[in-house]
């Protein structure tokens, strides 16, 4: 029996968390036998697609007027015949719903992954309108969508981000791995000194700049202190300048944007994350899974990852001296830091397995259809 297919579409310029969710159901969906068909407008996803093994075309999606993108995804949905369509940005929302409707496909959902309250206008109307459901990663999201009186709570659904947990696996107790301590090595990061990670791209959305000031305010406490910022992004270099003004030259690394993060995973003694706004992120989950501590800001999805006094410390955005005591407090505390560590472990076995999200996915995009 032929299981029923989908069309993925992700039309972003550039590869970040929403990317990494979008490739990484699409290839669970067909490593579980459903076809699968993956849309991307710029290479830096199509990329991945291809190396993720998935079935796909290039189609430039460059706004949503687009006339040449949408006669192109319209045909697309026609030649291919899905019998869903998970549309995952803005750009490709009100395109990709309209040539799902005209090409009669038995359902569209639009997936969205962060809390934002939607413009009450004509555009937006008819956009959430032409979706059948909308898939949204944590509860605060489908919260604040549903304040929009037009758009019908029971369209809004919650499918929680899962992590792989037999890729992302805890370092071996009471030492670090092999690939852990070369990793310090490799970025002058001593044995002992206590090595915080945080991981994003450089924009306004993750904050490093409220971290760099959590750093500054932690200096005197922690004078071994070693920040890791991996990433890249158009805020290089205001964060640069910030971290050489505070005298963090020595303290705060950016090495930039790295593939595989598992040997810095397996070397941090604790994880960070300070932006102010989110879905559900993914380094939050992939941090639990790793047995690492978490010092998170309270943004959408943060709650899920992270049991505040049991896995790690919740501290409200954009509160560098809420952030920076909660790091001091943390790694000042072996004891807490080894257990917070064990805990998250736990804490991901129970809610963040990838399968169950693939699953919940799977129902979402073809219960009820024909």
């Not at 997936?111 to 413009?119: H, T, V």
């Not at 969508?145 to 369209?155: D, H």
């Not at 939050?284 to 896995?311: F, I, K, N, Q, Y």
Request: hydrophobic fraction near 45%; include cysteine.
């Amino acid at each position: 029996m032929t299981l029923p297919g989908v069309l993925v579409v992700n039309s972003s310029p550039s590869w970040g968390g929403n990317e990494f969710w979008s490739v990484r159901l699409a290839q669970g969906l067909a490593e579980h036998g459903h076809p699968v068909r993956f849309v991307w407008s710029h290479q830096v996803v199509g990329d991945r697609v291809q190396a993720a093994g998935l079935d796909g075309r290039r189609i430039p999606l460059w706004n949503d007027l687009d006339a040449v993108g949408f006669l192109q995804l319209h045909h697309e949905m026609v030649g291919h015949r899905p019998q869903a369509v998970l549309l995952t940005r803005w750009r490709e929302y009100l395109l990709g719903g309209l040539a799902a409707r005209l090409a009669r496909i038995p359902r569209t959902v639009m997936g969205l992954g962060l809390k934002i309250l939607p413009a009450d206008d004509l555009k937006r109307r008819l956009t959430f309108d032409l979706s059948d459901r909308i898939l949204v990663n944590a509860p605060e999201i489908r919260d604040t969508l549903i304040e929009r009186s037009w758009i019908q709570p029971g369209k809004v659904q919650v499918v929680v981000n899962g992590v792989d947990l037999d890729r992302f696996q805890p370092r071996a107790h009471g030492d670090r791995t092999a690939q852990g301590r070369r990793f310090r090595e490799e970025h002058g990061i001593g044995p002992e000194a206590p090595f915080v990670l945080t991981i994003g791209n450089l924009t306004d959305q993750k904050d490093h700049a409220n971290l760099l000031d959590a750093c500054a305010r932690m200096r005197n406490q922690v004078p071994d202190l070693r920040v890791m910022i991996l990433g890249e992004g158009l805020r290089r270099g205001v964060l640069e300048q910030k971290r050489q003004e505070l005298g963090l030259d020595d303290a705060v690394l950016m090495p930039g944007f790295v593939s595989d993060v598992l040997p810095a995973l397996a070397a941090a003694d604790a994880f960070v994350l300070s932006s102010d706004n989110e879905g559900m992120a993914w380094v939050l989950m992939e941090a639990a899974a790793c047995g690492l501590p978490v010092v998170t800001t309270d943004v959408s999805g943060a709650r899920h990852c992270v049991e505040h006094g049991r896995t790690g410390l919740v501290v409200p955005p954009r509160d560098p001296a809420a952030l920076g005591s909660a790091l001091v407090e943390l790694l000042t505390d072996s004891v807490r830091l080894e257990s917070f560590g064990q805990l998250a472990r736990v804490l991901a076995e129970e809610r963040l397995d990838v399968e169950r999200m693939l699953r919940e996915t799977a129902d979402l995009l073809f219960s009820d259809v024909d």
